[in-house]
């Protein structure tokens, strides 16, 4: 899904009595579980492998415990064996769509100029190639110091940041100006979100909060029926046009599915600015609004390292989870978008429709 991702065709609400909660425990199984429950007395189990739950929460922290640093970095370097792999087999045939009959080729076009001019010019940071990620940019903390000077970043209190490599210190900015920091979870593979607060950090764990591993360490997994207030998004970007707002990430649909929960959340609505962080090649004329699927998020601010761009953007922004346009394939990526669609149709007792089949892009490489 490109991903054809996510909205609501029509608000599906649940009764005010249900709360929905995750729950870890028993980590020491062979089979550790989570447990789903409702105030309707409604409970679902579902199990992980040992290495998912690792990468989710390790050891517990609660206890005193350590954080099993070194299992969540081997997890990591497996995964990028895996992407490596794929990379070699996908890569050709996915940046170099010529279909023009595919309603999703001229997405690629754009995005494998942009990620092959960012690599030709070296305005590319690792981690590297570019390709297939939201590109880290030479000039990264100068953007995240524009977003820093954003009234809109000062009067916030809860800015929900994607976990790539170029908005690094705008998470950074976010927890040492004490605000609340939102962030998912790579891939949203395993888990959903997590919140950090400045407050329970310390000078020394802020920087270590920013990365993934931290996240994982410092974070506090929350589930949909979470009850908070997202002030400011800022989302990562492979191009973005600046008089449209209109943009493109890398291929996955993460981005939109986060912003779809969010909204089922009701922690956002359309008042909520979008922000993205780029390098001012990043900035493009031929996004077609015409051809943005309904999904698509649009940005409201664009922060280069030498400007801040307000889009006024006439994009609609999306409304919630469009559960025709989301694949049986990226469904089947995500836990946690799965046991919300069994909640959903238990609870109004109606099977919600799925998408087309879709071939999934692939994931980046990392050079080790």
């Known amino acids: 899904m490109d991903s054809t991702l996510i909205r609501i065709a029509h608000p599906l609400k649940l009764k005010p009595s249900s709360s929905f909660s995750f729950s870890i425990f028993d980590c020491k199984r062979t089979q550790p579980h989570y447990s789903l429950s409702t105030n309707n007395s409604h409970r679902f189990f579902f199990t992980l492998t040992p290495r998912s739950?690792?990468?989710?929460?390790?050891?517990?922290t609660q206890n005193g415990a350590a954080f099993d640093e070194a299992a969540y970095e081997s997890e990591r370097l497996t995964l990028d064996a895996k992407a490596r792999k794929s990379m070699a087999e996908a890569y050709n045939r996915e940046t170099a769509i010529e279909d023009e009959e595919d309603p999703k080729a001229w997405?690629?076009?754009?995005?494998?100029r942009i990620w092959d001019m960012m690599e030709a010019?070296?305005?590319?940071?690792?981690?590297?190639?570019?390709?297939?990620?939201?590109?880290?940019?030479?000039?990264?903390s100068a953007a995240a110091d524009k977003f820093g000077g954003l009234e809109a970043f000062r009067v916030a209190e809860c800015v929900k940041v994607n976990p790539d490599s170029p908005q690094k210190q705008v998470r950074f900015l976010t927890l040492s100006d004490?605000?609340?920091?939102?962030?998912?979870?790579?891939?949203?593979?395993?888990?959903f979100f997590s919140?950090?607060?400045?407050?329970?950090?310390t000078q020394s764990t802020i920087k270590e909060a920013?990365?993934?591993?931290?996240?994982?360490?410092?974070?506090?997994?929350?589930?949909?029926?979470?009850?908070?207030?997202?002030?400011?998004?800022?989302?990562?970007?492979v191009a973005v046009d600046p008089k449209t707002g209109a943009r493109l990430g890398k291929g996955e649909g993460f981005a939109e599915l986060e912003y779809g929960m969010l909204r089922?959340?009701?922690?956002?609505?359309?008042?909520?600015?979008?922000?993205?962080?780029?390098?001012?090649?990043?900035?493009?004329?031929?996004?077609?609004?015409?051809?943005?699927?309904?999904?698509?998020?649009?940005?409201?601010?664009?922060?280069?390292?030498?400007?801040?761009?307000?889009?006024?953007?006439?994009?609609?922004?999306?409304?919630?989870i469009y559960w025709e346009k989301l694949s049986p394939e990226k469904l089947g990526q995500i836990r946690v978008l799965r046991e919300l669609k069994?909640?959903?149709?238990?609870?109004?007792?109606?099977?919600?429709?799925?998408?087309?089949?879709?071939?999934?892009?692939?994931?980046?490489?990392?050079?080790?």
């Open 121 to 140: 010019r070296n305005f590319a940071q690792n981690p590297r190639p570019v390709h297939h990620r939201i590109p880290n940019f030479v000039g990264a």
């Open 107 to 112: 997405k690629w076009v754009i995005r494998k």
């Open 178 to 191: 004490g605000k609340k920091l939102l962030t998912p979870q790579p891939r949203l593979r395993t888990g």
């Open 210 to 237: 920013c990365t993934s591993v931290g996240v994982a360490k410092h974070g506090r997994p929350i589930g949909l029926d979470e009850k908070l207030k997202v002030d400011l998004i800022v989302i990562g970007s």
């Open 342 to 368: 069994k909640r959903i149709e238990r609870e109004t007792a109606q099977k919600l429709p799925t998408g087309p089949s879709e071939k999934l892009p692939p994931t980046a490489q990392r050079k080790r």
């Open 195 to 201: 919140v950090l607060e400045a407050s329970k950090l």
């Open 264 to 320: 089922y959340m009701g922690a956002i609505d359309d008042s909520t600015l979008v922000v993205t962080t780029v390098h001012d090649c990043q900035l493009v004329d031929d996004i077609p609004v015409e051809k943005l699927l309904i999904h698509d998020v649009p940005v409201d601010i664009i922060c280069t390292p030498t400007q801040v761009i307000f889009t006024n953007t006439p994009i609609p922004k999306p409304q919630g």
């Open 53 to 60: 739950i690792r990468s989710f929460c390790c050891k517990s």
